[in-house]
């Protein structure tokens, strides 16, 4: 068990649907980052945040967007779904933002969209 | 361009046996950062190893050790003594830019199967 919690863990939507992903880091962590394994993309890096604050972006979609709350859980917001959206989306969280070695990944939220 | 590399996707290896899994990756910046992780059949994905672009030495963690070949801008990952428990998806993957403007870069992957 890594500390880091994702809920829920297996979302089933429909296409043009909008979910929330939600992640809680580890104790001390202030760091969350947030990335999407799928098939045919592989594990793909989206977006991470410090304390509150976006610190780096990686290939993102527009329909997607992230914050980090005040008490450092996260959530990442998908919107107007479609198919190819279906993946696992994983959390991961470090204690600060220069020392990626320390980041250690939550069980991930399956998301089905059909 | 592929930035991280792994040729293999799929790998066999004896029980108790050394296997290495093969990493290269592409970037011009002068710091950067190299990961391997660990994706048993459960999912979840597990920190191995560790490598900054200006450690001397070779980083270990027990049984695994990250074979760094700056020059040939290769990462590969040995796995000592190879235990059932081992047989998984193994990822390599890069940090790179400057503190605050990270970004991270997986490869495709190679599925290891220890054999008893």
């Known amino acids: 068990d890594s500390g880091v919690t994702q809920t829920p863990k297996h979302l089933i939507t429909a296409t043009g649907q909008r979910v929330t992903l939600r992640c809680s880091p580890r104790s001390g962590d202030l760091s969350v980052y947030w990335y999407q394994q799928s098939l045919d993309q592989g594990l793909q890096f989206l977006i991470q945040?410090?304390?509150?604050?976006?610190?780096a972006k990686g290939n993102i979609l527009e329909r997607f967007s992230a914050q980090q709350f005040p008490d450092l859980h996260s959530e990442l917001n998908l919107s107007s779904l479609e198919l190819g959206d279906s993946a696992l989306y994983f959390c991961?969280?470090?204690?600060?933002?220069?020392?990626?070695?320390?980041?250690?990944f939550g069980p991930g939220t399956r998301l089905t969209v059909t | 361009a592929q930035k991280i590399t792994q040729t293999q996707p799929g790998m066999f290896v004896q029980e108790k046996e050394a296997v290495t899994l093969d990493c290269t990756y592409d970037?011009?910046?002068?710091?950067?950062?190299l990961f391997w992780y660990k994706q048993p059949s459960s999912g979840e994905m597990i920190f191995l190893i560790y490598q900054g672009s200006y450690d001397q030495q070779n980083a270990t963690e027990g049984r695994y050790s990250l074979n760094f070949q700056k020059a040939r801008k290769s990462a590969n990952l040995v796995i000592s003594a190879s235990q059932l428990g081992d047989s998984a998806m193994y990822f390599c993957?890069?940090?790179?830019?400057?503190?605050?403007?990270?970004?991270?870069?997986f490869g495709t992957g190679t599925r290891l199967k220890v054999l008893a």
């Open positions: 993957a890069m940090r790179e830019g400057a503190s605050g403007t990270y970004k991270y870069i």
């Open positions: 970037t011009s910046d002068p710091s950067y950062g």
């Open positions: 991961a969280s470090s204690v600060g933002s220069g020392s990626p070695y320390e980041q250690y």
């Open positions: 945040y410090y304390n509150g604050e976006e610190r």
